[in-house]
């Protein structure tokens, strides 16, 4: 198993990809605590898929943007299960909207869940792996942090999204060599975002696929699996990008 014996925080792991990311890491002996915000009936199916395939983990709510509650979190985790090793920060919205339609609110609430978020987080975990002596710190970046890949009609996330990879690579220096710092970008993928796209968006993602599919949310935790295991210790600072060739075009 290559996350035996390790403890991972996961935020956003309700559904989607932090749902595969929560199962994918239990299936390789990880403990892993299953946060949500609001989907709490989820996040404990989450747990119970875990759990009856004998692995260890436990769900707890918060708001990746309320520091109160995400200190509170990782209090919980860390007398739970006496460490942490790995902190995924997955927790995001996509709140697509003209820019002329873009109001002061929009644009604050995607910044502080996408971008504040994973801060609060990290420095919450740092504490930890830094005195414990090593950590891993993973971040969801998305192909839209690519310099060339920002979406029309949705430059809040766009800009969210570039935010959070330079914030991977310069955390990347301040926490080496102690803590690596990683991100992965998945491009269009198939989850509850993209289920509520129309047949014409669907198509358009999928023909500009080198793969002719969407990306699965099993792709993208086989990424994180990679990240979080013994076999990426010599890599810091870098994005892996899974987009079944996207970014291409």
Not at 180 to 189: E, T
Not at 194 to 215: C, G, H, M, P
């Amino acid at each position: 198993m290559r996350l035996k014996d390790k403890v991972a925080l996961i935020t956003g792991s309700s559904r989607g990809l932090g749902r595969a990311t929560a199962i994918a890491f239990a299936r390789e002996g990880a403990s892993v605590v299953v946060n949500y915000r609001s989907k709490q009936e989820d996040a404990h199916e989450v747990v119970k898929n875990i759990t009856d395939n004998g692995g260890r983990a436990i769900a707890i709510g918060a708001d990746v943007s309320i520091p109160a509650e995400i200190n509170q979190m990782f209090e919980s985790a860390l007398a739970e299960f006496g460490r942490l090793d790995v902190l995924v920060n997955n927790a995001g919205i996509d709140r697509p909207k003209a820019f002329s339609e873009l109001s002061v609110s929009d644009w604050d609430t995607t910044m502080k869940v996408n971008l504040y978020g994973p801060f609060l987080c990290s420095q919450a975990a740092a504490k930890i792996m830094l005195n414990q002596g090593s950590g891993k710190i993973l971040n969801t970046c998305s192909v839209r942090s690519l310099h060339y890949a920002g979406r029309q009609g949705n430059i809040a996330y766009s800009a969210s999204k570039a935010a959070l990879l330079s914030f991977t690579k310069t955390l990347a220096k301040e926490l080496a060599p102690t803590i690596k710092v990683n991100g992965v970008a998945p491009g269009p993928a198939n989850t509850d975002i993209s289920s509520v796209w129309d047949e014409q968006t669907r198509a358009k993602a999928i023909e500009e696929s080198y793969l002719n599919r969407l990306i699965e949310p099993e792709d993208i935790a086989s990424a994180f699996v990679f990240l979080a295991s013994d076999e990426s210790n010599a890599i810091t600072g870098e994005l892996l990008v899974v987009d079944g060739g996207y970014s291409l075009l």
